[in-house]
C-alpha cells in the first residue's frame, strides 16, 4: 500500500506548480485525500484535503485562494495546483489519505514519502 507523491521542485515567486499523488497497492477512491506540509524546523501542517466523490474540499487559510485540489478517482490519484506560490510555501509536501474528513495529521491513515517545493523570492 503506497501514496506516492511527485512534482515538487524550485519555483520563482508568484510561479506556479502541480503537485500529484497516486495510489497503489489498493484503491482509495472512497477515502478522504489530503496534503499536509512541513518546513524546516515546524510542524506539518494542514494545505487541503478532498473528499472521496470530490465534491466537498478544505483549504487553509493560508493558501485559500492560490492552491486548488481536485482528484481523478479512475486514475486514484490526487492533485494539488498551487498558484501565486511564496517563499513561505516552502516545504516538504505530503499526501496522505483518511477515512473521514479532518484537518488534524493524526486522522490520516495512509501517507506518502513527500516531495520537496522551493520558492524562491
Known amino acids: 500500500v503506497q501514496l506516492q507523491a511527485s512534482g515538487g521542485g524550485l519555483v520563482q515567486a508568484g510561479g506556479s506548480l502541480r503537485l500529484s499523488c497516486a495510489a497503489s497497492?489498493?484503491?482509495?477512491?472512497?477515502?478522504?485525500r489530503g496534503w499536509f506540509r512541513q518546513a524546516p524546523g515546524k510542524e506539518r501542517e494542514f494545505v487541503a484535503a478532498?473528499?472521496?466523490?470530490?465534491?466537498?474540499?478544505y483549504y487553509a487559510d493560508s493558501v485559500k485562494g492560490r492552491f486548488t485540489i481536485s482528484r481523478d478517482n479512475t486514475k486514484d490519484t490526487v492533485y494539488l495546483q498551487m498558484n501565486s506560490l511564496k517563499p513561505e510555501d516552502t516545504a516538504i509536501y505530503y499526501c496522505?489519505?483518511?477515512?473521514?474528513?479532518?484537518?488534524?495529521?493524526?486522522?490520516?491513515?495512509?501517507w506518502g514519502q513527500g516531495t520537496e517545493v522551493t520558492v524562491s523570492s
Open positions: 478532498i473528499s472521496g466523490s470530490g465534491s466537498n474540499t
Open positions: 496522505a489519505a483518511a477515512f473521514a474528513a479532518t484537518t488534524q495529521a493524526k486522522g490520516y491513515d495512509y
Open positions: 497497492g489498493r484503491t482509495f477512491s472512497r477515502y478522504v
